[in-house]
């Protein structure tokens, strides 16, 4: 793909970002989104037949774009391979990106909806934190062995879903500090080195990044 088709689509999903974002799902069409960008109905769908076909692009970017910010973020934290850091990045990189914050906090109907049109991409993004990384961290020696790894997901996912249902906060970095605290407190090893852990996130993440993109 040329640069001048890569700046299009780049500045398409952008259009279909900011509709998403300041004027809701319900405005996003083919002509609403070419206006944005500037761009002739034709141009948008000479790469995106309908607009949800953007819409699907615009959340694969998006998702790969907090995943990538939540590694970097993780790589660059000396303590970033315990679960309980772990988590107030993934938390931080919701409720800090704009489109993101929309999708999973503000209008989640807008991400169910782009999903059920989506016929050909069976794949939905999820910000939780699984059993399964947790049980990979449990095995690199991160999460202490007696822990229950479906539990302190279930009940993650919990928190995560009440923090959405209550928000906005006027305290939310209060809030992400002490649930962080509270997983470093009850699930967190004791360890000098996280740097296993690192990696078992960064392959973790880089597998759900590839099956976005392949789906």
């Keep these: ?4 088709s890569l700046d299009l689509v ?3 999903l952008d259009a279909a970002a900011d509709l ?3 004027d809701g799902y319900g405005a996003v069409t083919l002509a609403s989104i070419a206006s944005r960008a500037g761009l002739s109905v034709d141009e948008v769908t000479e790469t995106f037949p309908t607009a949800n076909d ?3 692009a615009m959340l694969n970017r998006e998702f790969q774009g907090m995943y990538g910010n939540i590694v970097e973020n993780i790589e660059r934290d000396p303590r970033g391979g315990l679960l309980s850091r772990m988590y107030t990045y993934i938390l931080s990189s919701v409720y800090e990106r704009p489109l993101a914050k929309t999708l999973f ?3 989640r109907e807008a991400l169910n909806s782009i999903m059920r049109n989506a016929h050909s991409f069976v794949y939905v993004p999820n910000v939780g934190i699984r059993s399964e990384l947790i049980e990979a961290l449990q095995a690199a020696g991160m999460v202490r062995s007696d822990v229950d790894a479906r539990i302190v997901s279930s009940v993650l996912s919990a928190c995560s879903a009440g923090m959405a249902l209550t928000a906005p906060h006027d305290d939310l970095d209060l809030i992400i500090d002490g649930l962080s605290t509270l997983i470093s407190r009850g699930v967190d090893a004791d360890v000098d080195d996280t740097t296993p852990g690192k990696a078992v996130f960064f392959d973790w993440a880089t597998s759900l990044v590839a099956r976005s993109k392949d789906d």
């Design 1 to 4: 793909m040329s640069q001048s």
């Design 20 to 22: 998403i974002t300041n």
């Design 10 to 12: 780049d500045s398409v």
């Design 54 to 56: 953007a819409l699907v």
């Design 105 to 107: 906090v503000i209008d």
